[in-house]
């Protein structure tokens, strides 16, 4: 069945109907290319469902990513849903952090406008977290404003947020960052 259809018409059993997308992604850069372009152009729901897909696809070979580096950097710009959001940050957070520096760059004030918005979505946020906080192992001098906004953005923040602040602070001070 061709992706579109099946972003669009099935919301039931997604591990079974998208599994055939997530191998076949994992394995053919053209089917990986047809699941980034509806996660990162399509409708809401191809867009949603597309980037559950990527999220699959980034467990398996997040190496097939690497060569994305500049459409996944590029797409923060303009996502549309949560959910590629999500999944970039998340991908950045758990794997290779971008090659380029003026994507390094455009990476880390992304991270830093989102900690610092109280009212986004704390799957972002904290993810945020953990690129800024990779993000000052290669540029220390990063540490202290990570420090301070990880401390402002604790004071509202969820118990999740709170965890995940926490780690990274005793990290950075246990590294002598801060």
């Not at 191809?46 to 897909?53: M, P």
């Not at 797409?75 to 991908?91: D, G, N, S, V, W």
Request: hydrophobic letters at 35%; charged letters at 30%; proline letters at 3%.
């Amino acid at each position: 069945m061709d992706l579109k259809t099946t972003l669009n018409k099935f919301s039931i059993d997604k591990d079974h109907v998208y599994d055939e997308w997530i191998q076949g992604a994992t394995m053919y850069s053209e089917k990986l290319e047809e699941v980034m372009e509806c996660a990162f152009n399509g409708n809401d729901k191809e867009r949603k469902r597309a980037c559950w897909i990527l999220h699959h696809v980034s467990d398996r070979r997040p190496e097939v990513f690497y060569a994305k580096e500049k459409m996944m950097i590029d797409q923060l710009k303009r996502t549309e849903t949560q959910a590629e959001i999500r999944f970039i940050l998340r991908y950045y957070s758990k794997y290779r952090l971008p090659r380029h520096q003026e994507r390094e760059g455009l990476l880390t004030d992304y991270c830093f406008n989102v900690l610092m918005t109280p009212h986004d979505s704390v799957a972002p946020r904290v993810y945020s977290m953990s690129v800024l906080h990779k993000l000052a192992m290669r540029y220390p001098e990063l540490a202290h404003e990570l420090e301070t906004s990880i401390r402002w953005a604790l004071e509202n923040g969820s118990a999740g947020m709170v965890s995940r602040g926490n780690k990274v602070l005793k990290d950075l001070k246990r590294r002598q960052l801060i």
